[in-house]
């Protein structure tokens, strides 16, 4: 429903609208800060059913990115984080089989909140010379997601029609 995108839209990216919308001046005028914005990998992976969340989040690393381009002048960083991690979300699922069950008690015991949040605190520090990226944590794990950039191109001189795109420019 539209209303469902709406509230999660506004929840998540909003919500990060609004944190940095009301310190970025306190930011600027110290010439130092730090972000630390939360992503999902339901955005950067992918997971079905969660248009709307994935949608919010991957707005969120756009977000991201401009405040790290605009505030590198000032000191002022920004990054994303996209925790792997249980928490009572995971409390609602129930496992389908023993095997389920033995997977969810070991994320349970490998994959903590508090891993997360250690990374978190880690970039906001002061000598975490590190802006613009997007991480996630996976337990002990820190992986860093690479960039979109772009990966090839082609060009057509005198430009494209219909027929010369599907012949040429999208193969």
């Known amino acids: 429903?539209?209303?469902?995108?709406d509230d999660v839209i506004a929840v998540h990216l909003r919500g990060s609208f609004n944190v940095v919308r009301?310190?970025?001046?306190?930011?600027?005028e110290q010439r130092e800060g730090s972000y630390v914005l939360?992503?999902?990998?339901s955005g950067l992976i992918g997971s079905p059913g969660q248009a709307n969340y994935a949608a919010a989040k991957m707005g969120i690393a756009g977000l991201s990115r401009i405040i790290a381009i605009e505030g590198q002048s000032r000191s002022i960083r920004s990054n994303v984080l996209a925790p792997f991690a249980c928490t009572r979300m995971l409390d609602s699922?129930?496992?389908?089989n023993e095997e389920q069950a033995a997977r969810l008690d070991r994320?349970?015991?490998?994959?903590?909140?508090?891993?997360v949040a250690q990374f978190a605190v880690a970039l906001c520090a002061p000598s975490a010379d590190i802006s613009g990226q997007?991480?996630?944590?996976r337990g002990d794990e820190v992986l860093l997601f690479s960039q979109p950039r772009p990966v090839r191109s082609v060009s057509r001189v005198?430009?494209?029609?219909l027929e010369t795109m599907l012949e040429s420019g999208l193969p």
Not at 22 to 28: N, P, V
Not at 38 to 41: A, M, N, Q, R, V
Not at 134 to 137: G, K, T
Request: charged share 30%; hydrophobic share 40%.
């Open 1 to 5: 429903e539209e209303r469902d995108w």
């Open 22 to 28: 009301t310190t970025i001046e306190h930011f600027r």
């Open 38 to 41: 939360f992503g999902s990998t």
């Open 93 to 96: 699922v129930v496992p389908q």
């Open 107 to 115: 994320m349970k015991k490998t994959m903590r909140a508090d891993q």
């Open 134 to 137: 997007i991480f996630a944590v």
């Open 158 to 161: 005198g430009g494209w029609d």
